[in-house]
């Protein structure tokens, strides 16, 4: 296809694609996939070769959330019957996260629910960044917040944060329909605090939520102009008790192509598959290796993952290799360029199967709320 050939060359020379040819591969077909990844995979190994980042979620603090974000299980009035418990405290964040650096994980991401750290807030997450950082030698860490007041990514870069992840999640166009209680602006504006702090941004989006392919770009073409270090690409994981728990809108192919647009739209990007991976993209996860460096081990914030194991095997059976924490994780280019990752050098759910459901139908038997790890007695999913 002339369009992948085009997209290839763009990509190997870091170029912006054109919106329309960032729409065309959301509308390939099914008998084009192979290709589309197979192209998408060319850019993806002359950034990144074939390596793989693992990271590892510790959510500091579940539930409870005043927002009204119509995704999150931890919204204002959701019903969905998560873990809820407060400030996890330094020592307990850092077992926690010691548990996911042994699974092989390179990044630990601290999150907590809310609208956005009060100062005393950042004073309780520096004091377990400086934990971590002293009982693991070498993790990169990542806070993830809510909304930034002044002054506050500073004080999180000064106790060692290396990155600052705020997704903006939909396109400007359609992001009052999914919160009412902030604006994508507030959103933005978190993202150049990130920046100005020399934090590592970290923003990516969600798929699924009924957005159209015009959404999807909008949003992919923005990030790329906020120019983060790494996007998350979400997967809707539609919680009973949300507004969004019958939004079953996504088949595995379609989360390949998303994958792919992004890879093209941000070539040299470290491109995470995140949330939802093994509910949306189910026995297709390993080919969307191709197209994303990273994913997340183990568990996320509500939710349970496929076992660590399992992802341990699946990297290797692919033909990819875990990337190791003295291996730089950015292209040369973008590592040691200001604002980059302070430390870098130089700069399922287990039990029988399911019968296979029709691509489209809900698969609420792959969404299980997360029972253990952080906030619980039972040992974490690492």
């Known amino acids: 296809m002339d369009?992948?050939?085009?997209?290839?060359?763009?990509?190997?020379?870091?170029?912006?694609?054109?919106?329309?040819?960032?729409?065309?591969?959301?509308?390939?077909?099914?008998?084009?996939?192979?290709?589309?990844?197979?192209?998408?995979?060319?850019?993806?190994?002359?950034?990144?070769?074939?390596?793989?980042k693992l990271n590892y979620l510790v959510n500091l603090k579940s539930g409870l959330c005043p927002e009204d974000c119509s995704y999150c299980s931890q919204r204002l009035g959701s019903t969905a019957g998560i873990l809820k418990y407060t400030w996890l405290k330094p020592d307990q964040a850092s077992?926690?996260?010691?548990?996911?650096?042994?699974?092989?994980?390179?990044?630990?991401?601290?999150v907590a629910s809310g609208r956005g750290p009060t100062d005393r807030d950042v004073?309780?997450?520096?004091?377990?960044?400086?934990?971590?950082k002293e009982q693991n030698e070498g993790v990169e860490v990542c806070a993830c917040l809510g909304l930034l007041s002044d002054g506050q990514a500073e004080r999180l870069r000064a106790a060692g944060a290396d990155a600052y992840n705020h997704n903006l999640n939909t396109s400007e166009g359609t992001y009052a329909e999914i919160t009412t209680t902030?604006?994508?602006?507030?959103?933005?504006?978190?993202?150049?605090?990130?920046?100005?702090?020399g934090l590592s941004a970290c923003s990516g989006l969600i798929a699924g939520m009924g957005e159209s392919d015009k959404d999807l770009v909008d949003v992919v073409f923005s990030l790329r102009e906020l120019d983060p270090d790494s996007v998350p690409v979400n997967f809707l994981i539609p919680f009973e008790g949300t507004p969004l728990a019958k939004e079953w809108n996504l088949?595995?192919?379609?989360?390949?192509?998303?994958?792919?647009?992004?890879?093209?739209?941000?070539?040299?990007?470290?491109?995470?598959?995140?949330?939802g991976r093994e509910v949306h993209l189910r026995t297709m996860q390993p080919l969307a290796l191709h197209l994303a460096n990273s994913i997340f081990l183990g568990d996320y914030l509500t939710s349970e993952g496929q076992a660590g194991k399992a992802d341990l095997e699946m990297i290797a059976d692919a033909g990819f290799e875990v990337e190791s924490a003295d291996q730089v994780t950015l292209p040369e280019h973008r590592a040691m360029a200001e604002g980059g990752c302070g430390s870098h050098e130089g700069g399922g759910v287990c039990g029988?199967?399911?019968?296979?459901?029709?691509?489209g139908e809900p698969r609420t038997d792959l969404v299980a709320v997360r029972r253990r790890g952080a906030g619980t007695d039972l040992a974490p999913n690492a």
């Open 3 to 52: 369009l992948l050939n085009t997209l290839v060359d763009k990509g190997l020379r870091r170029e912006l694609p054109t919106r329309d040819e960032a729409l065309a591969v959301l509308a390939t077909s099914d008998d084009d996939l192979l290709d589309v990844v197979a192209a998408a995979g060319k850019v993806r190994r002359q950034w990144f070769g074939r390596r793989v």
């Open 95 to 110: 077992q926690a996260a010691a548990a996911g650096l042994a699974g092989g994980a390179k990044r630990v991401c601290l």
């Open 123 to 132: 004073d309780r997450v520096s004091d377990t960044i400086k934990t971590i």
């Open 182 to 197: 902030h604006t994508y602006a507030d959103r933005v504006d978190t993202v150049h605090k990130a920046h100005a702090a």
């Open 251 to 275: 088949t595995p192919q379609r989360c390949l192509r998303i994958l792919a647009m992004v890879r093209f739209v941000c070539p040299d990007v470290e491109v995470r598959i995140a949330g």
């Open 352 to 359: 029988t199967s399911a019968a296979a459901a029709p691509a």
